[in-house]
Protein backbone atom coordinates (compact mmCIF):
# COMPACT_ATOMS: atom_id res chain seq x y z
CA UNK A 1 0.00 0.00 0.00
CA UNK A 2 1.28 3.75 -0.65
CA UNK A 3 0.12 6.13 1.77
CA UNK A 4 0.41 9.77 1.00
CA UNK A 5 2.49 11.71 3.11
CA UNK A 6 1.58 13.65 6.31
CA UNK A 7 2.47 16.64 4.74
CA UNK A 8 4.02 18.62 2.18
CA UNK A 9 6.67 21.31 2.24
CA UNK A 10 7.22 24.04 -0.74
CA UNK A 11 10.92 24.72 -0.18
CA UNK A 12 10.73 27.97 -2.58
CA UNK A 13 8.16 29.51 0.14
CA UNK A 14 8.44 27.30 3.34
CA UNK A 15 4.67 27.09 3.39
CA UNK A 16 3.29 23.35 4.94
CA UNK A 17 0.64 22.45 3.97
CA UNK A 18 -1.58 19.35 5.63
CA UNK A 19 -4.09 18.46 7.76
CA UNK A 20 -5.00 21.74 10.07
CA UNK A 21 -5.02 19.09 13.09
CA UNK A 22 -1.31 18.20 12.01
CA UNK A 23 0.20 21.26 12.06
CA UNK A 24 0.41 24.19 14.27
CA UNK A 25 0.75 27.93 13.52
CA UNK A 26 1.31 30.78 15.40
CA UNK A 27 1.84 34.34 15.48
CA UNK A 28 3.56 37.29 17.26
CA UNK A 29 2.84 40.74 16.96
CA UNK A 30 5.13 43.34 18.51
CA UNK A 31 2.15 43.83 20.75
CA UNK A 32 3.44 40.04 22.20
CA UNK A 33 7.05 40.62 21.94
CA UNK A 34 7.73 44.36 23.17
CA UNK A 35 9.27 43.53 25.97
CA UNK A 36 12.44 41.65 24.28
CA UNK A 37 13.10 45.43 22.19
CA UNK A 38 15.57 47.80 23.97
CA UNK A 39 13.55 51.01 23.28
CA UNK A 40 9.59 50.79 23.81
CA UNK A 41 9.02 54.68 23.39
CA UNK A 42 6.52 56.33 21.22
CA UNK A 43 5.10 53.65 19.27
CA UNK A 44 1.49 53.98 18.22
CA UNK A 45 -0.57 51.59 17.60
CA UNK A 46 -0.21 50.64 13.89
CA UNK A 47 3.46 49.11 15.06
CA UNK A 48 2.20 47.04 17.86
CA UNK A 49 -0.80 45.44 15.51
CA UNK A 50 2.66 44.53 13.27
CA UNK A 51 3.61 41.23 12.95
CA UNK A 52 7.26 40.38 14.31
CA UNK A 53 6.67 36.87 13.33
CA UNK A 54 5.03 33.71 12.70
CA UNK A 55 5.78 30.17 12.67
CA UNK A 56 4.06 27.01 11.27
CA UNK A 57 5.24 23.31 12.87
CA UNK A 58 4.60 19.89 11.92
CA UNK A 59 2.57 18.03 14.77
CA UNK A 60 4.71 15.31 16.27
CA UNK A 61 5.07 13.56 19.52
CA UNK A 62 7.46 15.41 21.94
CA UNK A 63 9.64 12.24 22.47
CA UNK A 64 13.23 11.75 23.15
CA UNK A 65 14.59 10.57 19.47
CA UNK A 66 11.73 12.60 17.55
CA UNK A 67 12.16 15.53 15.82
CA UNK A 68 10.59 18.88 14.96
CA UNK A 69 10.13 20.62 11.62
CA UNK A 70 8.68 23.89 10.91
CA UNK A 71 9.05 27.46 9.15
CA UNK A 72 9.64 30.79 10.76
CA UNK A 73 8.91 33.90 8.70
CA UNK A 74 10.41 36.83 10.17
CA UNK A 75 9.01 39.94 9.17
CA UNK A 76 11.05 43.52 8.42
CA UNK A 77 11.41 46.16 10.36
CA UNK A 78 12.70 47.85 13.33
CA UNK A 79 11.42 49.36 16.90
CA UNK A 80 13.64 52.58 17.38
CA UNK A 81 16.36 51.59 15.53
CA UNK A 82 16.38 47.62 16.62
CA UNK A 83 16.38 45.01 14.15
CA UNK A 84 12.64 43.14 14.35
CA UNK A 85 14.04 39.64 15.53
CA UNK A 86 12.53 36.17 17.38
CA UNK A 87 12.22 35.83 21.19
CA UNK A 88 15.03 33.79 21.10
CA UNK A 89 15.73 30.44 23.36
CA UNK A 90 17.99 28.01 25.17
CA UNK A 91 16.30 24.90 24.60
CA UNK A 92 15.10 23.31 28.27
CA UNK A 93 16.84 19.84 27.19
CA UNK A 94 20.06 21.70 27.31
CA UNK A 95 21.94 19.15 24.97
CA UNK A 96 19.59 19.42 22.11
CA UNK A 97 20.13 21.46 19.21
CA UNK A 98 18.98 22.32 16.16
CA UNK A 99 19.11 22.90 12.30
CA UNK A 100 17.99 26.25 10.49
CA UNK A 101 18.21 26.59 6.74
CA UNK A 102 17.41 30.26 4.91
CA UNK A 103 14.96 29.83 2.32
CA UNK A 104 14.36 33.55 1.87
CA UNK A 105 15.60 37.02 2.92
CA UNK A 106 18.63 37.91 4.65
CA UNK A 107 19.57 38.84 8.09
CA UNK A 108 21.89 37.03 10.93
CA UNK A 109 21.64 34.08 13.94
CA UNK A 110 22.75 35.32 16.80
CA UNK A 111 24.31 32.84 19.04
CA UNK A 112 25.34 32.82 22.64
CA UNK A 113 26.36 30.29 25.29
CA UNK A 114 26.37 30.17 28.95
CA UNK A 115 28.92 32.02 29.56
CA UNK A 116 27.35 34.91 28.07
CA UNK A 117 29.94 34.83 24.78
CA UNK A 118 27.91 35.86 21.60
CA UNK A 119 29.01 35.59 17.73
CA UNK A 120 26.45 35.52 14.61
CA UNK A 121 25.85 33.59 11.56
CA UNK A 122 24.99 35.74 8.28
CA UNK A 123 21.83 34.20 7.15
CA UNK A 124 21.03 33.75 3.78
CA UNK A 125 18.91 32.20 0.74
CA UNK A 126 20.78 28.55 1.38
CA UNK A 127 22.93 29.22 4.48
CA UNK A 128 22.42 26.26 6.64
CA UNK A 129 22.97 26.57 10.16
CA UNK A 130 23.90 24.11 13.00
CA UNK A 131 23.04 24.88 16.34
CA UNK A 132 24.22 23.19 19.32
CA UNK A 133 23.11 22.53 22.79
CA UNK A 134 23.55 24.99 25.36
CA UNK A 135 23.60 27.31 22.33
CA UNK A 136 20.54 30.07 22.85
CA UNK A 137 19.64 31.41 19.37
CA UNK A 138 17.67 34.31 17.77
CA UNK A 139 17.07 35.57 14.39
CA UNK A 140 17.26 38.78 13.34
CA UNK A 141 15.97 40.36 9.65
CA UNK A 142 18.51 43.01 8.52
CA UNK A 143 16.58 42.91 5.48
CA UNK A 144 13.54 44.79 3.49
CA UNK A 145 11.39 41.21 3.07
CA UNK A 146 10.28 38.51 5.08
CA UNK A 147 13.09 36.31 6.36
CA UNK A 148 12.26 32.15 6.19
CA UNK A 149 13.89 30.00 8.14
CA UNK A 150 13.49 26.01 7.94
CA UNK A 151 13.97 24.66 11.22
CA UNK A 152 14.80 21.28 12.35
CA UNK A 153 14.86 19.92 16.23
CA UNK A 154 14.78 17.55 18.81
CA UNK A 155 11.31 17.41 19.50
CA UNK A 156 11.39 17.41 22.93
CA UNK A 157 14.23 19.70 23.32
CA UNK A 158 11.69 22.45 24.60
CA UNK A 159 11.62 26.17 24.63
CA UNK A 160 13.84 27.89 27.44
CA UNK A 161 12.72 31.64 27.00
CA UNK A 162 12.80 32.42 30.92
CA UNK A 163 16.65 32.64 30.85
CA UNK A 164 16.63 34.83 27.66
CA UNK A 165 13.56 37.53 29.51
CA UNK A 166 15.59 37.15 32.46
CA UNK A 167 18.84 38.03 31.30
CA UNK A 168 18.54 38.63 27.39
CA UNK A 169 21.20 38.23 24.50
CA UNK A 170 24.53 39.83 25.24
CA UNK A 171 24.27 41.50 21.59
CA UNK A 172 21.69 43.61 19.90
CA UNK A 173 21.47 44.77 16.48
CA UNK A 174 20.41 48.52 16.09
CA UNK A 175 20.48 49.82 12.46
CA UNK A 176 22.67 52.47 12.34
CA UNK A 177 23.63 54.74 9.35
CA UNK A 178 21.83 52.25 7.55
CA UNK A 179 24.16 48.72 8.56
CA UNK A 180 23.21 46.33 11.09
CA UNK A 181 25.27 47.70 13.62
CA UNK A 182 25.99 45.52 17.41
CA UNK A 183 25.92 47.18 20.85
CA UNK A 184 26.85 44.60 23.55
CA UNK A 185 25.10 44.28 26.87
CA UNK A 186 26.02 43.93 29.80
C1 LIG B 1 12.18 27.98 14.82
C2 LIG B 1 12.42 26.94 15.87
C3 LIG B 1 11.26 26.88 16.85
C4 LIG B 1 10.98 28.27 17.39
C5 LIG B 1 10.75 29.28 16.25
C6 LIG B 1 10.57 30.73 16.73
O1 LIG B 1 11.11 27.58 14.01
O2 LIG B 1 13.60 27.26 16.58
O3 LIG B 1 11.55 26.00 17.89
O4 LIG B 1 9.89 28.26 18.27
O5 LIG B 1 11.90 29.24 15.40
O6 LIG B 1 11.61 31.14 17.58
P1 LIG B 1 11.33 31.49 19.10
O7 LIG B 1 10.66 30.31 19.73
O8 LIG B 1 12.69 31.78 19.67
O9 LIG B 1 10.45 32.68 19.13
ZN1 LIG C 1 15.62 26.01 19.20
Redo the contacts with the bound molecule.
Keep these: MINLSRATYDIQSGTLTGKDSEIVRAQRTISNTLGMYANREGLDQATLDRLNYRVEVLKVDEVEGGLQFGTSYLYPGTINGEYFMTKG?Y?AITNRS?FYLCLKGEGLLVLMDRDRRWWTEKVMPNSLHY?PGDVA?RLINTSDEILTVLAC?NSD?G?DYASIEEEGFSVRYFKIDGKPTPVEQG
Aim: hydrophobic fraction near 40%.
Design positions: HHEIHWAH
